[in-house]
T-cell receptor, first 113, second 111 residues
């Protein structure tokens, strides 16, 4: 079991482009959480998904950001028309239940130039 | 809005010394977790404390959850250079999904 897999590890996008971040949860985990970490800041909750459903997106900006967790395949965090302020490390965590047992991926470091 | 305050933000000590870092909140959490994060990597879970007043030991690390489940501490005995890293506390529950993280304590143990 390779744990939570995130790719790419590093992503560079020009302003206005789209960024797609992928997260494959641990085997047997059907709950996925996305967090954003800015320099010198703690991780901030963005969105919580179960298979095919968004459960809580209260931490995600209303515009340009979207997330999905399809029946087949990884969870995707999509950022449209990226701006410099979107530069951050984005982490995905998965768990076997709604509470507890979180395992984090190694993150995707997004740089907007 | 739930907030977790960690202190100190930065700590640099000599190998062999003891240290304590703190995690405080005005909110009650159903559990509190401590993570360690290395540069370029994701957080790795060290421990979860659930019961008010609970104390857990992990080799030279001792974790305590406050009686009111609002605060926690991490004590390291005889620190070693391998303990260097970013230590994050995170609270679960209180009506929010996912984890609420503190900003972390950057710990450097000098040989």
């Amino acid at each position: 079991n390779a744990g939570v897999m995130q790719n790419p590890r590093h992503l560079v996008r020009r302003r206005g482009q789209e960024a797609r971040l992928r997260c494959s949860p641990m085997k047997g985990h059907s709950h996925v959480y996305w967090y954003r970490q800015l320099p010198e800041e703690g991780l901030k909750f963005m969105v919580y998904l179960q298979k095919e459903n968004i459960i809580d997106e209260s931490g995600m900006p209303k515009e340009r950001f979207s997330a999905e967790f399809p029946k087949e395949g990884p969870s995707i965090l999509r950022i449209q028309q990226v701006v410099r302020g979107d530069s951050a490390a984005y982490f995905c965590a998965s768990s076997p239940a709604r509470v507890g047992g979180y395992t984090f991926g190694s993150g995707t470091r997004l740089t907007v130039v | 809005t739930q907030l977790l305050e960690q202190s100190p933000q930065f700590l640099s000590i000599q190998e062999g010394e003891n240290l304590t870092v703190y995690c405080n909140s005005s909110s009650v959490f159903s559990s509190l977790q401590w993570y360690r994060q290395e540069p370029g990597e994701g957080p790795v879970l060290l421990v979860t404390v659930v019961t008010g007043g609970e104390v857990k030991k992990l080799k030279r690390l001792t974790f305590q959850f406050g009686d009111a489940r609002k605060d926690s501490s991490l004590h390291i005995t005889a620190a070693q250079p391998g303990d260097t890293g970013l230590y994050l506390c995170a609270g679960e529950g209180g009506g929010a999904d996912g984890l609420t993280f503190g900003k972390g304590t950057h710990l450097i143990i000098q040989p």
